[in-house]
Structures are given as C-alpha cells and as structure tokens.
C-alpha cells in the first residue's frame, strides 16, 4: 500500500482543527520529510478522497469530528478499509475509550496531549506495522455491558449502513440521506430496515437513541 518509505509515505490527516492538524504535520515529516500528507476537516471530506483513491499507508483520524461522532467513522472505516491502517488521534484518554477503539480494529491511538516528539514516536511505530498504545494505561478493566453490547451490534453493519445511521444520527431525512448517497429512497428505507434489526429496535428514534447511549457512557469526558 502506497510507496516504501524511501519513496515517503502517504498519510490522510482527519481532524476539524487546523492547528492540531498543523501538529500532526510536524510530527510525520520530522520522522520522513519526504511524506505525502493530504489534510481533511470532515468526515464526508475523508470518505470522499478514499473514493478517489485508497492507496494510503496511513489515516491519522479524530473520533469526533463533523459527520462523525463516537466510534461510528473508526468502524466505518474499518469495515470499508481493511486493509488500511487508522491510527486514532483524540482529546479523550479513557482507558475505555482506548481499548474500544483498538477492539474496533485501531492500529492504535495517539492522545492530543502528547508532544509532537511523542507523535513522531507513535506514528513511526504505526507505520513500522506495530500498535500504538499511551504508556501507563490499563486497558484491561471491565466494561459497560449494555455499550459493549451496542457497540458490537454496531459492528455488523455494513458500510452504507454505518453511514445511512451517521446521517440519522445528524437528524436528516430519507430524501436527504438518499441525495447525500447517490441512491434512492427505496434503497435508504431498506438500510434503515436492516439497521433497525441489526441493532434490535423498532424504530429510528431509538436507533438514534442506542447510539447516544454510546456516546454518553463512553464520551463523558470533553473530547476533542
């Protein structure tokens, strides 16, 4: 997947601050200067420019940006992607936020509050095939069982599901999602029919509500 290091690396930066993305800039080119980074600020942005081409070595990606929320991009991505490394960078360091995410298929996660010299470290050892986790942090503790259990239905969607239910989530229409996905209303209706018995729900209110319950358990902490 894209070219070997002596060539440089190509890498996708998916965050909404410029700034941080500005970090994450540093911290790859002081580890190969001869990178090719592309940057994006939302999620339809991201999906957008791996439709055009996928032959990136790495997706450096915040879990909460516009188009994304919680886990919904990460397992998006995963499902879509596979064979495409998504290192997660985010303002929330809770150890069960961390271990969701490489559970989902992270090929590990960055906090923002490292320094760049750390980032480096991080993505040198991501883009090595390795996995990153922050030093110090016990991943092993129980979970939620009612989150884990939503979180794993979440994951049997499919992709055009996974992104029909980000749109219902933003609170936009069968028309609305239908123009977004270039496909008809006929064809939302039944992701949303498939959506509701994935995630074991009569409707898409509560489908909504299942993953706000998500979010609330696992994005009590402000995160960026």
């Not at 929320?69 to 998006?76: A, D, E, H, V």
């Not at 998504?86 to 989902?104: A, H, Q, T």
């Not at 922050?134 to 009612?146: I, M, Q, S, T």
């Not at 609305?176 to 939302?188: D, P």
């Amino acid at each position: 997947m894209g070219d070997d290091a002596r060539d440089g690396f190509r890498l996708i930066i998916a965050d909404d601050h410029p700034l941080f993305r500005g970090a994450l800039r540093e911290a790859v080119l002081g580890y190969d200067d001869q990178t090719r980074i592309e940057e994006v600020g939302t999620f339809d942005d991201l999906t957008a420019r791996l439709e055009d081409d996928s032959d990136f070595d790495l997706i450096l990606l915040d879990l909460t940006m516009p188009g994304a929320r919680g886990f919904s991009g990460l397992i998006y991505l995963r499902a879509q992607y596979a064979a495409l490394p998504v290192l997660v960078v985010s303002g929330n360091e809770e150890p069960m936020v961390i271990r969701r995410c490489l559970e989902l298929g992270a090929s590990g996660f960055m906090p923002k509050t490292m320094d760049v010299s750390h980032m480096r470290e991080a993505i040198a050892q991501v883009l090595d095939g390795e996995s990153f986790t922050p030093p110090d942090v016990e991943l092993n503790a129980p979970g939620d069982a009612e989150t884990d259990a939503i979180i794993t239905r979440l994951s049997t969607l499919t992709p055009q599901q996974v992104r029909v239910l980000m749109m219902l989530s933003e609170g936009r229409l069968n028309k609305q999602i239908a123009y977004e996905l270039g496909v008809s209303e006929a064809t939302v209706k039944a992701h949303v029919s498939a959506i509701l018995q994935k995630l074991s729900v009569e409707s898409r209110t509560q489908a909504v509500i299942a993953v706000s319950k998500v979010d609330t358990a696992l994005w009590n902490q402000q995160a960026c």
